[in-house]
């Protein structure tokens, strides 16, 4: 078996969704902020991915040191396929694969070039101490690299994290009334303040037409089910384009003038958190003790997966 070296933080089962004849749009800056933004058709592929993003370099076997994207990304990836596909079916999810969706979004928020590199940038200024003292060169970029990647899979799988996510309802929006596709990113969620809030959830655009929410309360889920089609669209797009630091990815272009105002241009009164994420607030939603009971299409658009 050969040894992968372009390591996909996007995964290729994810992009196609958002492809016409085996190509989608996707946007880059490789200027930066002040430069032009490049929109060009490509295969999945072909973008979304860094060479050896994932690699360990301290561990010396070549097919070792890619255990990352080799095991443990691609059992989170083919888990979250098979789950996204019955999201898409509409069948019921089992508890596997509402924890399979629910870790595959955890690593969504984690597993991008520049949540990475941020990561990275924090361990360098630790080279006054432990296991960085005295080194330099590439061997402290690889000592780096390596106590980086390794902190991201701990960050994915995290018993405090299962324990939050493994709570969570899965929903299913369809915003096919809408007059523009959605759209995702190397930063594709959009996530509340605190995960262990009632208001809790996050938000996966899976699809141009779709949106995956995980919620503890039906409300949030309904809330946003709720808004007109095109209002949901902008709202979330704007969100995936406002926190992308790599690129957006889209099935067409019509969206070219919103993504060249706000992709990489910091906007007035947006906040990012530690990680690089701008925490949201469900719409129009006030949480009751006892909230009403929701059937398994409650309204239209929306649907429950769950159990």
């Keep these: 078996m050969s040894v992968p070296r372009k390591h996909h933080y996007l995964p290729q089962f994810y992009l196609q969704r958002w492809t016409r004849n085996g190509q989608l749009y996707r946007y880059l800056r490789p200027r930066g902020p002040d430069g032009d933004l490049d929109c ?160 809790a959830f996050m938000i996966l655009p899976y699809a141009p037409d779709r949106l995956l929410i995980l919620c503890h309360n039906a409300e949030i889920a309904r809330s946003f089910a709720s808004q007109k089609p095109n209002d949901l669209v902008t709202g979330i797009n704007q969100a995936v384009v406002e926190q992308s630091r790599d690129l957006i990815v889209a099935s067409d272009d019509s969206a070219f003038r919103m993504v060249d105002r706000l992709f990489l241009r910091p906007q007035p009164n947006v906040i990012f958190d530690s990680i690089g994420l701008i925490r949201r607030k469900a719409p129009l939603v006030d949480i009751q003790p006892k909230p009403r009971a929701f059937t398994r299409r409650d309204i239209r658009g929306m649907k429950y997966l769950g159990s």
Excluded: W
């Design 40 to 199: 060009q058709q490509r295969a999945p592929k072909a973008i979304a991915y860094e060479r050896d993003l994932y690699q360990v370099p301290d561990i010396a076997d070549p097919k070792g040191s890619q255990y990352l994207e080799m095991e443990f990304f691609q059992r989170i990836d083919d888990c979250a396929a098979i789950a996204l596909q019955k999201v898409e079916s509409g069948d019921q999810a089992t508890p596997a694969d509402r924890v399979a969706l629910a870790q595959f979004m955890v690593s969504l928020l984690h597993r991008s070039p520049g949540r990475l590199n941020a990561i990275r940038t924090d361990l360098a200024g630790q080279t006054a101490v432990a296991p960085y003292k005295n080194l330099t060169g590439e061997a402290l970029d690889n000592a780096v690299k390596s106590t980086a990647n390794q902190l991201l899979a701990m960050l994915i799988e995290s018993q405090e994290g299962a324990n939050i996510v493994a709570k969570f309802k899965p929903f299913r929006i369809d915003v096919t009334g809408a007059s523009r596709m959605l759209m995702t990113s190397d930063r594709p969620i959009t996530v509340s303040g605190q995960l262990v809030s009632p208001d």
